[in-house]
């Protein structure tokens, strides 16, 4: 699954994106838990807010798509 957050301004266009992919995960040996629901960022820019705070919104929607952890590298 892929997903893609935009922000746009009042021309709309788009000023500001974040997008992520989901990769399902098994845990092995453990009693509880027996998948892992990871999303991984796939590309981001950021010109109207810190890409800090755009992360940050990637992250509440990964939560609220209810995913464990939301992965992004530098």
Request: net charge negative; charged share 20%; proline share 3%.
């Amino acid at each position: 699954m892929n997903y893609t957050y935009l922000l746009k301004n009042d021309k709309n266009e788009v000023t500001d994106m974040v997008s992520f992919y989901s990769i399902p995960a098994l845990v092995i040996g453990h009693e509880k838990y027996k998948a892992l629901k990871a999303a991984y960022t796939s590309f981001a820019f950021a010109t109207t807010k810190p890409l800090s705070d755009l992360l940050m919104d990637a992250c509440i929607i990964a939560n609220n798509l209810e995913y464990d952890v939301l992965r992004s590298l530098n």
